[in-house]
């Protein structure tokens, strides 16, 4: 069975970093892709940044240059830096089971999620 499991988030000063870690179990990551979402209440869910073996990586232009996606065996990191206040969300990972082509940051794509972890920023 496929399974996600994403942790690292918490309580953070702005200006500050966190890394958001996912964890896979049940599959081989370097088959499929993994991208990093976020949501808050009454908004849809925002597509971050993407990482597939096979077509790099991508960023959402709200995080390009202060987000880093990487992956190390079986599990994604985000590192997150600069954090503002509108950063604040739920921060879920994602996998797209079918293994369709491409790196998505469109959730739709996916149908395999992590449970969310809590990011707040705030002084």
């Known amino acids: 069975q496929v399974q996600l499991v994403d942790s690292g988030g918490g309580l953070v000063q702005p200006g500050g970093s966190l890394r958001l870690s996912c964890a896979a179990s049940?599959?081989?990551?370097?088959?499929?892709?993994i991208a990093w979402f976020r949501q808050v209440p009454g908004k849809a869910r925002e597509g971050l940044s993407c990482i597939r073996l096979s077509d790099g990586t991508y960023y959402a232009n709200s995080v390009k240059g202060r987000f880093t996606i990487s992956r190390d065996k079986n599990t994604v990191y985000l590192q997150m830096s600069s954090l503002k206040p509108e950063d604040t969300a739920v921060y879920y990972c994602?996998?797209?089971?079918?293994?369709?082509?491409?790196?998505?940051?469109?959730?739709?794509?996916?149908?395999?999620w992590g449970q969310g972890t809590q990011v707040t920023v705030s002084s």
């Open positions: 049940g599959i081989t990551l370097d088959q499929y892709p």
């Open positions: 994602a996998t797209d089971g079918r293994r369709a082509p491409g790196c998505s940051m469109n959730s739709w794509h996916y149908d395999i």
